[in-house]
């Protein structure tokens, strides 16, 4: 059976609350798509997120973004090399070859799969953050993603900020990302979103972003 949402939304949302909304198996972008967050990243955030890589080039391509005249927050890809900051002038890059990845990002350090690594921390850009591409001083979106993502998540000391997963808007078809805290529907800026298939799933099952494997399981 098919599970839908019946959400209400922040007052800046164009979306009305009789929207519902049919869960997805991923959202993809393919280097035309972006949606700016309109929300500007905190000291004490993490940033957490599943996802493919769909295409390995030499030309940056960014999961999120932003960046001011001081420093800048991102996570993206060069070739099979992720280079990422928080609060940082400079990247740190960590070198991968994994086809499906999980990141999570906060002050100090960044976690992609089982790998740990530290980062230098400055100052956060007081720009909102970009996902599917990054954002400069000029606020323009650039080097956009070519990714298909099950997860982006948000979370402070107090709890989830946002919570977004892939959907399709049942009214009229439109692919994006909702989020499961405020109610508020993300589509993209500019070209539409690829979408994977419906998820069907029945009563009393709860889905799962993916299923990870310690070479102790058979």
């Given at each position: 059976m098919r599970r839908r949402a019946l959400l209400s939304v922040t007052p800046s949302s164009i979306i009305t609350p009789t929207d519902t909304y049919t869960r997805l198996t991923y959202i993809e972008c393919d280097g035309q798509q972006y949606?700016?967050?309109?929300?500007?990243?905190?000291?004490?955030?993490?940033?957490?997120?599943?996802?493919?890589?769909?295409?390995?080039?030499?030309?940056?391509?960014?999961?999120?973004?932003?960046?001011?005249?001081?420093?800048g927050l991102w996570f993206e890809f060069y070739s099979k090399t992720a280079y990422v900051r928080f609060g940082a002038s400079e990247s740190?890059?960590?070198?991968?070859?994994?086809?499906?990845?999980?990141?999570?990002?906060?002050?100090?350090?960044?976690?992609?799969?089982t790998t740990e690594t530290a980062l230098e921390y400055e100052q956060l850009p007081n720009n909102s953050i970009n996902l599917f591409a990054g954002k400069g001083s000029s606020y323009a979106a650039y080097s956009r993603g070519h990714y298909r993502c099950t997860k982006f998540r948000i979370s402070d000391s107090?709890?989830?900020?946002?919570?977004?997963?892939?959907?399709?808007?049942?009214?009229?078809?439109?692919?994006?990302?909702?989020?499961?805290?405020?109610?508020?529907?993300?589509?993209?800026?500019?070209?539409p979103f690829l979408g994977g298939g419906e998820v069907r799933i029945t009563n009393d099952y709860e889905i799962l972003n993916h299923i990870a494997f310690n070479a102790d399981k058979s």
């Open positions: 949606i700016d967050l309109g929300y500007v990243v905190k000291e004490d955030d993490i940033i957490e997120a599943d996802f493919i890589l769909t295409k390995i080039a030499n030309a940056d391509i960014f999961l999120f973004g932003t960046a001011d005249a001081n420093a740190k890059s960590i070198s991968s070859s994994a086809g499906k990845y999980t990141v999570k990002l906060q002050k100090g350090k960044v976690t992609l799969g107090n709890g989830l900020v946002m919570d977004l997963v892939p959907v399709k808007r049942d009214s009229d078809g439109v692919i994006g990302m909702l989020d499961t805290v405020s109610g508020a529907f993300y589509e993209s800026a500019e070209e």
